[in-house]
């Protein structure tokens, strides 16, 4: 039996030769339904729909939040009326709107107030940038950022508390890095922290210490760790937070985002899901111009009764197309360039593999509790052992508790087992991807690379592999670990090269995909992820009117250029929520007797 996971991987033979028919009929009995005027016509288009049936159009009509009809000028012509608002976008393409499916957005768009180290190539360049917003913030108590590359400090890989404390030796500076696993403190925030070379490392996290001396370096590892800190840092207030997601979701809007999937959770430093009651007060005012998915984060050592109860609590709370919960986040590794990932096998020149953060029995459990209350999980397992024991975990539930379609879904999958890829499309297990973190900078090719070895380097971010063997893609950013702006994201998984194009011919070009498939991974492959394939991800009759309208048409383009995509509008629910300044197309007013 052909699983719904596979729609995507239909042969094009057998859905479009029967859909020729189909598109007569269906076209004229929709056109027959909507005959009473649009609210809103796009027209003069090149819209790629995402819909297997009817790839292509001209022009769409809204009525209210809903596409009532794609098809040629002249057919959605007819669906004008005397108010209806006709947009004009001068052959430009429009495509959905986009879903980024891995995103933390409270912590993203509390961090456009903060240092952004993500383009500082060295460590001179990173203390400029420090001191100068040090410099012109002189009443922040504390000095935060994010976005250190760990090849800046090569070959240690790992920073030292005496750069920051050369530049900022009277206030705590605490910086995180790119990928969101490892901190940075100076003297004076372990100090506030209490941190000496007595303090123990807790359970899951580690404060990584002088070999010699045992005093504390100032780089912080994992979650565990950075929550010593994060515990005396003043956390924001609620008007802070009501700003900093006004301001995300502009950013947002901006790069053609419509829905975000926060697989976040509730530790000291809180998240999306501890910010629910404010997503809602946006919600209800009326505020809200992304639609949000928020999940709940697990700790170990294991599940508990509340822990389901407040779950299912949010779930019944927040279950609406613009705010909804429910869900749970387990975290079951780190990350492969400090080591952290939980690997199969040893480290190149090491004895270790990495360690797992839960329990395997414990996790295995937590899952089939989960999985019994309905409860959808998400699952961050980066290294080969890691994305095994989620796989068998998800396969064990649905034994268990017999259940079908339940679309549990693993993070990152940084580097699978050959044996394991095609687990995903048997299992029906959701592959979440960061296109980003594949990309072929230094810090893949060297850190990441040298780390696990020449052989299991080529497993590396498998996604053509996941997907030609039945799994759904579902792309997204780990906003703020990359930039959210999906278009880089997009060349990424169609070239694999940098912006610069090394390494020639693409590093690991077989796990490229389509430029199609690309966009689908963040449309109809996002909706699917989030059971709503049916409502959101395509542009088609009754579905929610979210699209996009490019600057450049990224069929008629060279896949270098794909990164330099700028959105010229952006519409949610039939209703703009972002135009380009410099216009994206003519609207013409409503007008008697066309």
């Given at each position: 039996?052909l699983?719904?996971?596979?729609f995507h991987?239909l042969?094009?033979?057998?859905?479009?030769?029967?859909?020729?028919?189909?598109?007569?009929?269906a076209?004229?009995?929709t056109l027959?339904?909507?005959s009473?005027?649009?609210?809103?016509?796009?027209v003069?288009?090149r819209?790629?729909?995402?819909?297997?049936?009817?790839?292509?159009g001209?022009?769409?009509?809204i009525?209210g939040d809903?596409i009532i009809?794609?098809?040629g000028?002249?057919?959605?012509?007819s669906?004008?009326g005397?108010a209806?608002?006709v947009?004009?976008?001068?052959?430009r393409?429009?495509?959905p709107?986009?879903?980024?499916?891995?995103?933390?957005f409270?912590?993203?768009?509390?961090?456009?107030l903060?240092?952004?180290l993500d383009?500082?190539k060295?460590?001179?360049?990173?203390?400029?940038?420090?001191?100068?917003?040090?410099?012109?913030?002189p009443?922040?108590?504390w000095?935060?950022g994010r976005?250190?590359?760990y090849?800046?400090f090569?070959?240690s890989?790992?920073?030292d508390?005496?750069?920051l404390d050369?530049i900022?030796p009277?206030?705590?500076a605490?910086?995180?890095s790119?990928?969101?696993?490892?901190w940075?403190?100076n003297s004076k925030?372990?100090?506030?922290a209490?941190?000496?070379?007595a303090t123990?490392n807790?359970?899951?996290g580690t404060i990584?210490?002088d070999?010699?001396?045992?005093e504390?370096?100032?780089?912080?590892?994992?979650?565990?760790a950075?929550?010593v800190?994060?515990?005396?840092?003043p956390?924001?207030s609620?008007?802070?937070?009501v700003a900093?997601l006004?301001e995300?979701?502009?950013?947002a809007?901006?790069v053609?985002?419509?829905r975000a999937?926060?697989?976040?959770?509730?530790s000291?430093?809180?998240?999306?899901?501890?910010?629910?009651d404010?997503y809602?007060?946006l919600?209800?005012?009326g505020?809200l111009t992304v639609?949000?998915?928020?999940?709940?984060?697990?700790?170990?050592?294991?599940?508990?009764?509340d822990?389901?109860?407040?779950?299912?609590?949010a779930?019944d709370?927040?279950?609406d197309?613009?705010?909804?919960a429910?869900?749970?986040?387990?975290?079951?590794d780190?990350?492969?360039?400090?080591?952290?990932?939980a690997?199969?096998a040893?480290y190149?020149?090491?004895m270790?593999?990495g360690?797992?953060?839960?329990?395997p029995v414990?996790?295995?459990?937590?899952v089939?509790?989960?999985?019994?209350?309905?409860?959808?999980?998400?699952?961050?397992?980066?290294?080969?052992?890691a994305?095994r024991l989620?796989?068998?975990?998800?396969?064990n539930?649905q034994k268990?508790?017999?259940?079908?379609?339940?679309r549990d879904?693993?993070?990152?999958?940084?580097?699978?087992?050959?044996?394991?890829?095609?687990r995903f499309?048997k299992?029906g297990v959701?592959?979440?991807?960061?296109?980003?973190?594949?990309?072929p900078?230094?810090?893949?090719?060297k850190?990441?690379?040298?780390?696990?070895?020449?052989e299991r380097?080529?497993?590396?971010f498998?996604?053509?592999s996941?997907a030609?063997?039945?799994?759904?893609?579902a792309?997204?950013s780990?906003w703020?670990?990359v930039?959210?702006?999906?278009?880089?994201?997009?060349?990424?998984?169609?070239?694999?090269?940098?912006?610069?194009g090394n390494?020639?011919?693409?590093?690991?070009?077989?796990?490229r995909v389509?430029?199609?498939?690309a966009?689908?991974?963040?449309?109809l492959?996002a909706?699917?992820?989030g059971?709503?394939?049916?409502?959101e991800?395509?542009?088609e009759?009754?579905k929610s009117?979210?699209?996009i309208?490019l600057?450049?048409d990224?069929?008629?383009?060279e896949?270098t250029?794909?990164?330099?995509?700028?959105?010229?509008?952006?519409?949610?629910?039939?209703k703009?929520?972002y135009?380009?300044p410099a216009g994206?197309?003519?609207?013409a007013?409503p007008s008697?007797?066309?």
């Amino acid at each position: 039996m052909l699983k719904p996971a596979n729609f995507h991987l239909l042969p094009k033979q057998w859905i479009l030769l029967p859909a020729l028919l189909c598109l007569i009929v269906a076209g004229a009995s929709t056109l027959g339904q909507s005959s009473s005027p649009a609210d809103t016509l796009v027209v003069n288009a090149r819209i790629y729909t995402v819909n297997p049936r009817q790839p292509w159009g001209e022009a769409l009509a809204i009525r209210g939040d809903k596409i009532i009809a794609v098809g040629g000028l002249g057919e959605i012509a007819s669906l004008r009326g005397p108010a209806t608002h006709v947009i004009d976008v001068q052959q430009r393409l429009v495509v959905p709107g986009f879903t980024d499916c891995h995103i933390h957005f409270l912590d993203g768009s509390l961090s456009l107030l903060q240092i952004n180290l993500d383009e500082a190539k060295t460590v001179d360049e990173i203390q400029r940038k420090v001191k100068k917003y040090a410099d012109t913030h002189p009443d922040l108590a504390w000095i935060l950022g994010r976005g250190w590359n760990y090849g800046v400090f090569h070959p240690s890989v790992l920073p030292d508390k005496r750069y920051l404390d050369e530049i900022v030796p009277d206030r705590p500076a605490y910086l995180e890095s790119f990928d969101g696993h490892t901190w940075w403190a100076n003297s004076k925030a372990l100090q506030l922290a209490g941190i000496t070379r007595a303090t123990p490392n807790p359970p899951g996290g580690t404060i990584v210490r002088d070999a010699k001396t045992g005093e504390p370096t100032g780089a912080i590892k994992e979650d565990a760790a950075d929550d010593v800190i994060r515990r005396v840092i003043p956390t924001p207030s609620r008007e802070q937070i009501v700003a900093a997601l006004l301001e995300g979701m502009r950013e947002a809007n901006r790069v053609g985002l419509v829905r975000a999937i926060s697989p976040d959770g509730v530790s000291v430093r809180g998240g999306d899901f501890h910010a629910l009651d404010v997503y809602d007060q946006l919600r209800r005012a009326g505020q809200l111009t992304v639609r949000f998915d928020i999940a709940r984060r697990l700790q170990p050592p294991s599940l508990t009764a509340d822990e389901v109860q407040e779950i299912e609590a949010a779930r019944d709370r927040y279950h609406d197309d613009w705010l909804s919960a429910g869900k749970a986040k387990f975290f079951l590794d780190g990350v492969i360039e400090t080591r952290t990932a939980a690997m199969l096998a040893p480290y190149v020149d090491d004895m270790k593999s990495g360690e797992l953060l839960w329990d395997p029995v414990q996790y295995r459990d937590a899952v089939s509790e989960l999985d019994r209350h309905g409860i959808q999980i998400f699952t961050h397992a980066i290294g080969d052992r890691a994305i095994r024991l989620a796989l068998d975990s998800y396969e064990n539930a649905q034994k268990t508790n017999h259940t079908h379609d339940v679309r549990d879904r693993i993070e990152h999958i940084e580097d699978a087992s050959a044996a394991d890829i095609p687990r995903f499309g048997k299992l029906g297990v959701i592959a979440s991807f960061q296109p980003l973190h594949g990309y072929p900078d230094d810090d893949v090719l060297k850190i990441w690379s040298g780390n696990i070895g020449p052989e299991r380097a080529q497993r590396g971010f498998a996604w053509h592999s996941v997907a030609s063997s039945g799994g759904v893609l579902a792309f997204g950013s780990d906003w703020p670990i990359v930039t959210l702006n999906p278009w880089p994201g997009v060349q990424n998984a169609v070239t694999r090269q940098t912006t610069e194009g090394n390494p020639p011919g693409g590093w690991l070009p077989k796990e490229r995909v389509s430029l199609d498939d690309a966009i689908e991974a963040y449309t109809l492959g996002a909706a699917f992820a989030g059971h709503r394939e049916k409502t959101e991800g395509s542009l088609e009759p009754g579905k929610s009117a979210d699209l996009i309208v490019l600057a450049q048409d990224l069929f008629k383009i060279e896949p270098t250029e794909i990164a330099k995509t700028a959105v010229l509008l952006t519409m949610v629910a039939g209703k703009v929520v972002y135009e380009s300044p410099a216009g994206s197309a003519t609207s013409a007013a409503p007008s008697e007797g066309k």
